[in-house]
């Protein structure tokens, strides 16, 4: 789950002086001519201005202090002044007799490019940049524990991989969860309040409101296609929970984790319970579940740095016929944590200047995770060269699930047969077919377990910008719709003094989060499409389509695109579907769905 960082999807970084939007004649209806002429300096504005913003923004992320706190806030201020003048301008245009398609659609991605618009009364903008700031710079800088010592998010996360000791699991848990999340429950509704104003000066109800509306339909009908979606893949979901919730049964027993009802949440290998292919080794199937190869030990074997693995992630998209990473990108991108300061670890991709200066910042370790989050995060950034073509406010992807889901669908060629050929997997040990189940399996503990995670996200935000979850119910309905959802509880009982959102990145960040959801499915979604152009023949979780350039090119085709079209437009040029729908996930994975069902016969399953 990570940020692609570009002009239109930035919420609080794009321009960097007060510029002030061109006023529309107040006596007298604006025109096509005046909505065009209004259109390409605002543009023109947010392009040239953008640089300074963005790389105030990198420097803060990858050198966190005092200082560049207040930078940050500073360009941010700014920026989200304009960006609301411009919004505000967009609408009156809106209106404009005689619009063409294309100016609708550019004054509607305008109206709509804010993440946390700011309301126009003085000082709004910096106030709520500050405590945007200071959330996020919370979130960096926070430490949990470990056996009493302090110990970081990267390494945390890394550790609640591999430790199988259920009372060191609580304690990172519960003391992240109470160390980050917890103090910033305060300023998070103050942010909630201001930016509400913003979103109402703009026309929506609220800003969850104005979120939904970036789809090319009406806000209320997208909330509908995400709950049709969910409703596709839910009978997967329930049955890996079902059998999941079997295995740590007994590995841990009753008092760790009953044998009904939900799944203790730190038991699942990841903070946040989001993705569980950690916990691989517990749930195995007997025989099947060896799968021959563990892409960890792989890298350590061959001698694998964080570079190496980045140029090996590079050498996947250049076998596609994509040209190869400018070298600015190795000089000024993060790989590695540094060792002398504070930085954001939460991996994401940058396009400084919207052309060629495109990065990655990462605290890199060598294991199998990064190995697939290096192939993702340079999805966002091949994608977000293919598009500098467009004109500023298409600088983007057709919708943000799209940026998300190239780099996963690019993610899921990761397979035996690709392992092969980059050199890292001995023929001799590609698994053959009796260990399919395994591999669909490990698969999904990641890619199936992340979609409820991935779809409640938003709808506790939803309700707590629409006021339905008011700030004396955060940590409640938090809870709720965690068991609702995912079949999860806390390990220890959480009251309204916590913050329990707050410790996750994409809160404090003020990153919306259905689009992670929505790459879910769309990048099985391309992935089969793929494999169908590159004439693959055999099971669909074994295809690559590594080093087919005729699939790059149809790739590259809608990339070019970026969010000058619909995104349905853009979906049916590469998958010739106009739809978004979870079928093409539940067809990779309905092998392990019928072998599921069969292990969960006799069980209580659901929670």
């Known amino acids: 789950m990570k940020i692609a960082i570009s002009i239109a999807a930035l919420a609080a970084a794009l321009v960097a002086s007060p510029v002030l939007a061109q006023q529309a004649p107040a006596t007298q209806q604006p025109t096509a001519a005046e909505a065009e002429s209004f259109l390409t300096k605002a543009e023109k504005a947010l392009f040239d201005q953008s640089l300074i913003s963005s790389r105030a923004a990198w420097i803060n992320a990858t050198y966190i202090t005092d200082d560049t706190d207040a930078l940050a806030s500073y360009f941010g201020a700014i920026d989200t002044t304009m960006r609301v003048d411009y919004a505000l301008e967009a609408a009156k245009f809106a209106t404009a007799p005689g619009l063409s398609e294309e100016t609708s659609r550019r004054l509607t991605l305008l109206r709509t490019a804010l993440t946390l618009p700011a309301p126009t009364t003085s000082g709004a903008s910096q106030q709520l940049n500050d405590l945007a700031t200071k959330l996020q710079s919370t979130y960096g800088k926070g430490k949990g524990t470990l056996n009493g010592q302090p110990i970081n998010g990267s ?37 909630v309040t201001i930016a509400n104003q913003g979103a109402k000066e703009l026309g929506f109800a609220d800003t969850g409101a104005m979120w939904r509306s970036k789809y090319d339909m009406p806000a209320g009908d997208f909330a509908k296609l995400t709950d049709k979606i969910w409703a596709e893949v839910k009978p997967l979901y329930d049955e890996l929970h079902c059998y999941t919730r079997t295995k740590l049964n007994e590995k841990y027993g009753d008092a760790v984790q009953p044998r009904t009802g939900p799944i203790r ?21 007997a025989g099947a579940g060896d799968l021959g190869y563990d892409v960890t030990d792989l890298l350590k074997a061959k001698n694998y740095d964080p570079i190496k693995m980045v140029k090996t992630g590079e050498g996947f998209y250049s076998s596609l016929g994509f040209a190869p990473l400018p070298q600015t990108f190795w000089d000024r991108s993060q790989i590695t944590k540094p060792r002398d300061r504070e930085v954001i670890c939460h991996a994401s991709a940058w396009d400084i200047d919207n052309k060629d200066d495109i990065r990655i910042k990462m605290c890199t370790k060598v294991n199998g995770d990064d190995f697939v989050t290096i192939h993702h995060e340079l999805g966002h950034n091949y994608y977000q060269r293919a598009y500098n073509i467009q004109k500023p406010l298409y600088l983007d992807g057709a919708n943000d699930g799209f940026h998300e889901a190239i780099g996963d669908f690019i993610a899921l060629s990761i397979t035996p047969d690709y392992l092969v050929k980059i050199g890292l997997l001995d023929p001799a040990k590609v698994p053959g077919t009796d260990k399919d189940l395994g591999l669909l399996l490990r698969q999904a503990m990641d890619k199936v377990a992340f979609l409820p995670f991935g779809l409640l996200i938003d709808k506790w935000r939803w309700g707590v910008f629409d006021g339905s979850i008011p700030e004396s119910q955060y940590e409640s309905a938090w809870t709720d719709l965690r068991r609702q959802y995912q079949g999860i509880v806390p390990p220890v009982t959480r009251d309204e003094s916590k913050f329990d959102a707050g410790a996750k990145f994409h809160i404090p960040g003020n990153t919306p989060y259905t689009r992670y959801f929505l790459a879910r499915v769309l990048q099985f979604q391309f992935y089969e499409a793929a494999c169908r152009q590159s004439g693959w023949k055999g099971p669909l979780h074994r295809c690559s389509f590594y080093g087919n350039k005729a699939v790059g090119a149809k790739l590259d085709a809608m990339l070019q695109m970026g969010a000058s079209k619909p995104w349905p437009d853009a979906l049916q040029a590469f998958t010739g579907s106009r739809e978004m729908s979870g079928k093409a996930l539940v067809n990779y994975f309905a092998p392990l769905q019928g072998w599921l069902k069969e292990q969960n016969k006799g069980k209580s399953c659901g929670w």
């Open 155 to 191: 390494d945390i996360e890394e550790k609640m991989g591999t430790d199988r000791n259920p009372d060191e699991l609580k304690e990172m848990w519960v003391s992240w969860h109470d160390n980050v999340g917890a103090p910033m429950r305060g300023d998070y509704a103050k942010l």
């Open 265 to 285: 949440a730190d038991l699942l290998g990841n903070m946040w319970a989001q993705e569980w292919g950690n916990i691989y080794d517990i749930v195995a199937p």
